[in-house]
């Protein structure tokens, strides 16, 4: 990529940095959030520090934005993390936290620790238990990496939804209502199947965040992913962030893929 349009995306996202304030149960919670630019996120989904880096090492010039799963960081813990913060790199840190709000609010107060730039808990876990990880995630001085809602799970479809989970809604119903209670916990966005991206931002506003999985190129295969879309039709649909797995770690040249992802996506 040019060195003109890294600096010029360096340049936005810089101008993004917005202060927040959220109620709480108790206060007002001032959060100064750095809001960054869209970006293409790669989901590292690896079994250990070795395959991780050998990977990234692959990455001599631009660092991308990665994110960490649960297989991850159960393999490796907090110190992979660590590594790849120190090697340049954004992290998402996905661990989909969900359990009652106390527990929530601590094990994110832990995480604050990490500098990671975004996280996620599941927004089946109640507007209590969001506000409980916000207020954890928050630190002292104010700052927070963004944390974002797991809607429903791709995986789950309307028919287990509904027979299941006893949910007597649409899965557009309940995405949409589970992104509702996003935003009023004071959270930025969710993460969503490119295809409930603009059903998110018609109900929480073009403000929200929304994070998608499900990317491949036209001329790649889907893998198990079902509903998908390519990078430039993400960006047509106003996603935010694309979380793209396999099209790049599986890729001959995962390099070259991750450059066309973020050409078809950032439109650069
Ligand atoms: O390899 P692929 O591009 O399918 O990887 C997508 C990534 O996004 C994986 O890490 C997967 O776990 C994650 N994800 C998803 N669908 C969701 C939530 C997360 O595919 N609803």
Redesign the pocket.
């Known amino acids: 990529m040019a060195t003109a349009a890294i600096k010029w995306r360096a340049e936005v996202a810089c101008k993004l940095c917005r202060n927040a304030a959220v109620k709480t149960k108790g206060q007002w919670l001032k959060a100064n959030v750095k809001v960054m630019a869209k970006d293409v996120i790669i ?1 590292c ?1 690896f079994s250990s520090k070795e395959q991780t880096l050998s990977f990234l090492d692959k990455f001599t010039g631009r660092k991308p934005f990665v ?1 960490i ?1 649960m297989e991850l960081f159960y393999a490796e813990g907090p110190a992979i993390v660590r590594e790849i913060k120190a090697r340049g790199h954004k992290i998402f840190l ?1 661990l989909k936290l969900h359990d009652i709000p106390n527990t929530v609010r601590k094990a994110m107060s832990v995480l604050s620790r990490l500098d990671v730039d975004m996280c996620n808990v599941h927004a089946a876990g109640t507007v209590d238990m969001m506000r409980a990880g916000l207020e954890g995630l928050t630190r002292e001085d104010g700052t927070r990496p963004l944390l974002i809602a ?1 809607t429903q ?3 789950t479809s309307e028919e287990r939804m509904q027979k299941e989970l006893l949910i007597d809604a649409t899965i557009n119903d309940c995405i949409a209502k589970y992104a509702e209670n996003a935003k009023e916990a004071g959270l930025d966005g969710v ?1 969503c ?1 490119p295809l409930e991206a603009s059903l998110v931002k018609e109900h929480c506003g073009k403000e929200f965040f929304t994070i998608t ?3 491949r190129f036209a001329d790649s295969s889907k ?3 079902v509903r998908i879309m390519t990078p430039a039709q993400a960006r047509e649909i106003g996603s935010d962030y694309i ?5 790049i ?1 599986a890729a001959e040249d995962p390099v070259a893929a991750y450059e066309r992802c973020c050409k078809e996506f950032l439109n650069e």
């Open positions: 989901a989904d994110k799963g996905d797991v799970l791709t995986s993460v199947s999985p499900g990317v893998d198990d992913q979380v793209v797995g396999r099209p770690t």
